[in-house]
Every structure is written in structure tokens, then in C-alpha cells.
């Protein structure tokens, strides 16, 4: 199956930093991209919906300024947590699918720990 | 408005005993796709199967099988003579043909069924 890969896999950083995470499809182009967020023991919930070249659509409750994402290329998308604070902890997990007008299988990246203190 | 429910918060089992995991869904679209993953402890999410609506064939792949009811919106995962490497985290997940803003169909989510098999 197809690649995607995450980086970094784990980050630990001070209250207050930005955290950019990158989301990369190794081995196809994808023309869309999904952020999940999540916290221990719980299920992934859906952050946002990445379009190459469009602006990211994000889901009820998540702050569009806080979670920045940019997807400039076919094969990139980033999500930038800006000003993180403790609450932001969590494992972020990012998605690579092709669009056909279905439901296309959604390649996983490996996720990303991050951890504010 | 599409819901997926994973009843069972956490099982153990003792090795080479079979389990099952409940995944029940709710969805108002006639087309929809139901997958299953495994999340190990590293955390990265392993693809098991996808099916679509109209497809209720059980699927067998090794020692795993798959049980789809549209009748009872049901779409459980059985494991046989379960081994330690399959202790995970289990999650059922629903996508929406209908769904098409994006023009991609984002995954809905089960709870996820954390599975220990004790040696």
C-alpha cells in the first residue's frame, strides 16, 4: 500500500513555542489530506480536511488559528500548532487519500506525540 | 447524522481463545463503506478491510473474518485462536458516500475496543 510518512514523530516543547508537524505522501500524489487528533485512550476525531491549494475545512471546534494547516503541495500538507499550551498534548495522526468520487482507503501516517510542558 | 458504536471498551482473552468485536453504525446514506484498523501501541494505525454497503459477503483473511448485517447495521470483527501480537487497540470506522464537499469522504470513528490476549 501506499506511504505516508510524519515528522516528527515525537516533540516535547515549551508552552507558548509552534509546533509544525509535517505530513508527507511518499509514493503518490494526494489531493487530499485529513488531520486527526488523539488524546489518550480515546478515538480519533477529524481536525480538518486539507485540498491541495485551498484553504484547509475544519470541523466544529476546532480553532482554525490555533491549528493552522497548509497543504502546498500534492504530496505535503503541515499542521502548525501555534502558541501550544498543556491542553494541546496529544497524538496527531494525519491521512493521505486520492479522490475518486468514493470512498477511498486513507493511508495513515504513523502520528506525531506531542507533548507541551 | 452517522454514528459508530464499539460497545466494548476493553477485552482479554487468553491466548488461542476466539474473540469477537461489536461494531454496530448509524448512517441515513443507502452508500457507505465500514473499515476496521488496528492501532498497536506504536500508535500507527494498521488498515484490516473496507466493504462497502451493498456487499454483505463475510470476508475470512486468515485468522481474521468479518460478519456484515445491514439488518442489524452490525459489522463484527472475529478474531481466532488469538495470539499475544494481536493486543491492540481496534477501531471500527464508517465513511459516508454522500459526503462529498471535499470531494473526499473523512472517516467516522468508533471508541475502539482495546483487545489484551494474555499468554
Known amino acids: 500500500g501506499a506511504v505516508v510518512s510524519q515528522h516528527p514523530s515525537r516533540v516535547i516543547c515549551k508552552s507558548g513555542t509552534s509546533v509544525k508537524i509535517e505530513c508527507r505522501s511518499l509514493d503518490f500524489q494526494a489531493t487530499t489530506m485529513f488531520w486527526y487528533r488523539q488524546f489518550p485512550k480515546q478515538s480519533l476525531m477529524l481536525m480538518a480536511t486539507?485540498?491541495?491549494?485551498?484553504?484547509?475545512?475544519?470541523e466544529q471546534g476546532v480553532e482554525k488559528d490555533k491549528f493552522l494547516i497548509n497543504h502546498a503541495s500534492l504530496t505535503l500538507s503541515t499542521l502548525t500548532v501555534t502558541s501550544a499550551h498543556p491542553e494541546d498534548s496529544s497524538f496527531y495522526i494525519c491521512s493521505a487519500t486520492v479522490t475518486s468520487g468514493g470512498a477511498d482507503e486513507q493511508f495513515f501516517g504513523p502520528g506525531t506525540r506531542l507533548t507541551v510542558l | 447524522a452517522q454514528k459508530v458504536t464499539q460497545a466494548q471498551t476493553e477485552i482479554s482473552v487468553v491466548e488461542k481463545e476466539d474473540v469477537t468485536l461489536d461494531c454496530v453504525y448509524e448512517t441515513r446514506d443507502t452508500t457507505y463503506y465500514l473499515f476496521w484498523y488496528k492501532q498497536p501501541p506504536s500508535g500507527e494505525l494498521v488498515f484490516l478491510i473496507r466493504r462497502n454497503s451493498f456487499d454483505e459477503q463475510n470476508e475470512i483473511s486468515g485468522r481474521y473474518s468479518w460478519n456484515f448485517q445491514k439488518s442489524t447495521s452490525s459489522f463484527n470483527f472475529t478474531i481466532t485462536a488469538s495470539q499475544v501480537v494481536d493486543s491492540a487497540v481496534y477501531f471500527c470506522?464508517?465513511?459516508?458516500?454522500?459526503?462529498?464537499?471535499?470531494?473526499?469522504?473523512?472517516?467516522?470513528f468508533g471508541t475502539g475496543t482495546r483487545l489484551t490476549v494474555i499468554p
Open positions: 470506522a464508517l465513511s459516508e458516500f454522500g459526503r462529498l464537499q471535499t470531494g473526499a469522504n473523512n472517516l467516522f
Open positions: 486539507s485540498n491541495e491549494g485551498s484553504k484547509a475545512t475544519y
